[in-house]
């Protein structure tokens, strides 16, 4: 079956009965992951600018040539005078993302193991009139042999076992998809543990925490190479956490990026939470709200989770021929605009909590607000918002007259 993304066109898994569209027998393809794809996209095509490299490219999703193999050591890039910046699609089944950076200007490597898969890969960079390098091979193997400008993980489940490779092949930009939210958001806390080396906690606030935990993974990743990971975009929607970081610097950089690492508190019964830096935790031998005992998650990353200019970049670089560029730019809107806290209430708990009906979210934040604090809703979702208040200051600064 051929499906349209972008301006681009391509041939995906006839689906097994009863199953999605695009799940055939062995190459995957998940339509729900357009959004993710979308904002891809227009990262590449802001980050292009950001780096100055090939100024002649047009940056949109057109191009010219036929698909080809091979490969060297370092695949080049941007430095490397007028060449395009390589990207390296490391677990690519149909190819989808692949060849889509590829007609965003990336020269773009697929890679997948699946021999299916990468002849399926072949076909989707032919049919676009597409350059672009086809490899048969385990992602880890190819990363640890070559280097690439820019590195996209989108593995099923937790990106963990290609994270090392990826850190060490890619140049500037690491862009990596967890699927495994249960581990990352506390639900399968064991495995949270062994995976990401954090204690996660199931709390109302696990989108952030899911996030925060993988952030937390993937800089202390970096950091093990000397080299700092700094977020530029991350989002969490539905079932995945997506996120764009920049690497570079070295180990004082990285000792930086470490000293964004921490602890969140939280209190089950009254919803208090605090945050301390550090890799050592101090959590209170109770809630100084109600006295319950406060659980503690960490280490995680409790710095900015984006980067705003680059966000607005970005959202500017959606395109209307994508399908998802209505939800694109509101997401993306809402991720510029959102306060850098590690933590998020969510009013109907709290109106829960207190005996009260919740208010309408615009009510709620201009009555922070004007209670002298700080406050944003969260891009993932519609009742959840971040402030500088802390739970009792929300409950005053709310109670209706």
Same mark, same amino acid.
């Given at each position: ?157 937790? *990106? ?16 990596? +998809? ?14 949270? =543990? ?93 809630? *100084? ?19 705003? !200019? ?13 399908? +998802? ?9 809402? =991720? ?60 005053? !600064?709310?109670?209706?007259?």
């Amino acid at each position: 079956m051929d499906v349209s993304e972008g301006t681009v066109e391509i041939e995906v898994p006839e689906a097994r009965d009863g199953a999605a569209a695009g799940r055939g027998e062995t190459v995957f393809y998940n339509p729900e992951q357009e959004l993710n794809r979308d904002v891809t996209v227009a990262t590449l095509r802001a980050y292009r600018e950001r780096i100055g490299a090939d100024s002649d490219g047009r940056g949109d999703e057109s191009g010219g040539g036929s698909e080809n193999g091979g490969g060297s050591n370092d695949r080049g890039g941007s430095d490397s005078g007028d060449r395009s910046p390589t990207y390296l699609d490391a677990t690519a089944a149909s190819g989808v993302r692949g060849v889509r950076a590829a007609a965003s200007g990336w020269a773009a490597t697929l890679c997948d193991r699946d021999p299916d898969a990468a002849a399926l890969c072949r076909t989707n960079l032919v049919r676009n009139d597409l350059d672009g390098a086809v490899v048969t091979r385990d992602a880890n193997a190819l990363m640890a042999a070559e280097r690439f400008d820019a590195v996209d993980l989108d593995p099923f489940g937790t *990106p963990i076992p290609f994270a090392d490779a990826a850190v060490r092949s890619a140049r500037r930009l690491l862009c990596v +998809t967890a699927t495994d939210t249960a581990p990352l958001c506390g639900a399968h806390r064991a495995s949270g =543990i062994r995976k990401y080396g954090c204690v996660p906690v199931t709390t109302e606030f696990h989108p952030e925490m899911g996030l925060r935990v993988l952030l937390s993974a993937l800089c202390r990743t970096a950091a093990r190479y000397d080299r700092a990971a700094r977020p530029l975009l991350s989002h969490v929607t539905r079932h995945y956490v997506r996120v764009y970081l920049e690497l570079g610097g070295g180990a004082s950089e990285a000792n930086a990026v470490i000293d964004e690492l921490g602890y969140v508190h939280w209190c089950q019964r009254c919803l208090f939470r605090a945050h301390e830096f550090g890799l050592i935790a101090h959590p209170s031998d109770a809630c *100084p709200n109600c006295g319950e005992t406060l659980a503690t998650a960490g280490p995680i990353y409790l710095g900015a989770t984006r980067d705003r !200019a680059f966000v607005e970049r970005v959202r500017g670089a959606v395109s209307d021929d994508m399908g +998802t560029a209505k939800r694109a730019r509101k997401l993306l809107g809402t =991720i510029a605009n959102e306060l850098d806290r590690p933590t998020h209430y969510d009013q109907h708990k709290l109106a829960k909590r207190w005996g009260r009906s919740a208010s309408a979210m615009d009510d709620f934040l201009a009555r922070l607000r004007e209670a002298g604090y700080e406050a944003s809703r969260t891009h993932y979702g519609g009742t959840t918002l971040k402030t500088t208040a802390d739970v009792a200051a929300i409950e005053a !600064a709310t109670a209706r007259e």
